[in-house]
Structures are given as C-alpha cells and as structure tokens.
C-alpha cells in the first residue's frame, strides 16, 4: 500500500544537501506522491525542477503563502504585490499544478497585529482563490490563529475541493469544513503531545489525509523533519481513532487521490 504526503516543502533549503536520501527514504516506507507546497514565487522554478528530476513522485503545487519574508528573520503579512510575479507563472505552468498552495489566512498576532495586514492577507487569499477555480485545481491551505474564518471564506468563494493543512481548529469548525466537503491533515507533530485527539476523532477517515509539513512540524521540534516520517501521522491518526494502521493508510490514500486528481493522473502517465 502507498502513502501520500499531501503537504510538504521539499525545495527547502534544508533538504539541499542529501535530497536524494531524503526521496530514497521516502520510497522505502512507501511513499508514492509528494505534494509539493511552495511559498513564494522564488521557489517556484525549484520545484519544477524537483518535478523534472523524480516525475513520478514530485506533485507540484504553486501558492503565495500569507506570510513573507520580512527584514532579517521577520515574517510579514502577505501584500498584494507580493503575487504580481506569481500571477504569469500559474498560468505558465497550470498544466503541471495540482493543486495552488501554500495559501491562506495565518492571524497571528505577532505575525498580523493590525487590521490592515489581515485585509492584505484576505485579499491576497481571496485573489488565489479566484486563480484555482478559474484553473479548476484545489487548494491546499493555511490557517493558523484563523480557522473559522479560512473556511468561511473558502464557502463564501464557492471553493469545493480544499485540504486544511495542520489544522488546529475547534472539533466545531472542522465540521463545518467537512459539511463543504474539505479534507484535513495532520503532520507527525500531532503526536508529541494529545491536544488534537478530539479532533481527530471527531473528523470522519474520509475527510482525513497525511501530511508531514516536512521540514518542519516533526516529532521533535529541533529535528528536521521529512516524508518518510509519514507513517507517525499514520500510526497517531490510527491509534486516536481505534483502527489499523492499514485502513488508515488505504483511505487517505483515497483521500488524496480524490483530492489532487492531477497527482494521480501524472503518476499514471508517468508509469
């Protein structure tokens, strides 16, 4: 049986020095499809590249993620102008995309203390938005400090195919997503502590998929973090919900699949 990692950045920075283990160690546990997130246009051409070099694994995704690179190690609100280079390349390149992401709303508040960044944010969602469902591609999504209103915007906009990456929401809200028809996926930090059991649990298998945020969000925050340790999501998401993880495995599988239609015909075509 395969996995798929529906969320992770693999043109990081941190996977450029041993990227070949990183993608062997990932095939040996299992791991089909790399759903490639990217966060600003600078990564883009990467991972295309990446996509180039391991067709049948690399499923890339372009987004304009709602924070960006501030002075030094500062993050700032997205801005309008920050998707001026982007809006060609989705385009360009909208045969290659499965999905657009990494966008959505992160409110924070030391990352957007002022209304005017959460409109920035807002309108640079909403504006990606538009750009999936003229490309008829779903999105893989953010939503940190900002669930209920990342999800009733996605309602409000008429998005129906939408993965909420790490979601850290109330029980109540995830809900809601899931009456929308939204998936939710977790990354191997959910098993370092059990805050989101409950909503895990709560959260019908259908509407699940796996993911590892890789590099980041492992099971040990200092450690870097990548595919292959997909199979602790899996193994967390099983032991929450009382079953196999096998079943677990095959349905968000599925899951991902049904999600990210294009990741599983590029496969096929590949193979």
């Not at 993965?163 to 028809?181: D, I, Q, R, T, Y």
């Amino acid at each position: 049986m395969d996995y798929v990692d529906c969320h992770c950045h693999v043109s990081a920075p941190e996977f450029k020095e041993d990227l070949e283990e990183v993608i062997q160690r990932a095939r040996d546990v299992g791991v089909k499809t790399l759903v490639a997130v990217t966060e600003e246009v600078g990564e883009f051409d990467r991972v295309l590249q990446l996509q180039d070099r391991y067709p049948d694994l690399v499923a890339p995704c372009f987004g304009i993620h709602p924070l960006q690179a501030g002075g030094g190690s500062e993050q700032r609100s997205v801005k309008l102008q920050d998707l001026d280079a982007a809006l060609p390349m989705f385009y360009k390149h909208r045969e290659r995309l499965v999905a657009i992401g990494e966008i959505g709303l992160d409110f924070t508040p030391w990352c957007a203390p002022t209304e005017q960044d959460r409109d920035d944010q807002m309108n640079v969602f909403i504006k990606q938005l538009d750009i999936a469902k003229e490309l008829q591609l779903p999105v893989n999504v953010h939503s940190r400090s900002a669930a209920k209103v990342t999800i009733e915007t996605m309602r409000e906009q008429g998005i129906s195919r939408a993965l909420l990456h790490n979601f850290a929401g109330k029980p109540s809200v995830a809900l809601e997503g899931v009456k929308a028809g939204y998936c939710f996926s977790f990354p191997p930090a959910v098993c370092r502590n059990r805050q989101r059991d409950k909503l895990i649990k709560q959260i019908p298998l259908e509407h699940i998929c796996l993911e590892t945020d890789s590099p980041a969000l492992g099971l040990d925050k200092h450690v870097r973090n990548e595919p292959r340790n997909i199979v602790l999501s899996c193994q967390h998401i099983a032991d929450v919900k009382g079953l196999s993880p096998q079943t677990v495995q095959l349905v968000t599988t599925q899951n991902a699949y049904r999600l990210f239609p294009n990741a599983n015909a590029h496969i096929r075509e590949v193979v």
